[in-house]
């Protein structure tokens, strides 16, 4: 019961980063599907509540932000907590495999390029944030 209590914290803790750092939770398929089809761009962090997306990725993401270049939305769904909006989002993530945490961004509703789990788990927070920054520079140009 009390291991309960805990990882409650820890996700109400990995959720509440996400909000404060200016991502849009989306919770249910429906919140997906409205966002990830708009016209423009989208970076889609897909949060966990393992080490590395508490020490890497969500640091990372949270600078993002304030990085010039930027997507027109960021987004952040749950891996493991909610699971029907995470297996919709997948579905966007089309030849990419499950990942979390990880990166996606679109570009009107389609997967232009991931930073994957392999690419966050053992590196820096500073060479997610590059991946994060080439991709921005890439595809969120006018």
């Given at each position: ?82 699971k ?13 495999a ?45």
């Amino acid at each position: 019961m009390q291991f309960n209590f805990y990882m409650n914290d820890v996700v109400n803790i990995a959720r509440q980063e996400m909000v404060e750092a200016g991502y849009e939770q989306l919770q249910t398929p429906e919140e997906v599907d409205e966002l990830l089809t708009k016209e423009g761009t989208t970076l889609v962090m897909i949060n966990s509540v393992c080490g590395c997306a508490g020490g890497i990725a969500r640091p990372a993401a949270a600078y993002m932000k304030n990085y010039e270049t930027k997507p027109d939305r960021f987004v952040t769904v749950f891996a493991g907590q909610d699971k029907e909006a995470t297996a919709k989002a997948r579905e966007y993530f089309t030849g990419y495999a499950p990942s979390s945490p990880s990166f996606a961004l679109l570009k009107d509703g389609k997967i232009m390029t991931m930073v994957e789990r392999f690419e966050i788990e053992g590196h820096e927070p500073i060479q997610v944030v590059q991946k994060l920054e080439k991709a921005f520079d890439d595809y969120c140009k006018a």
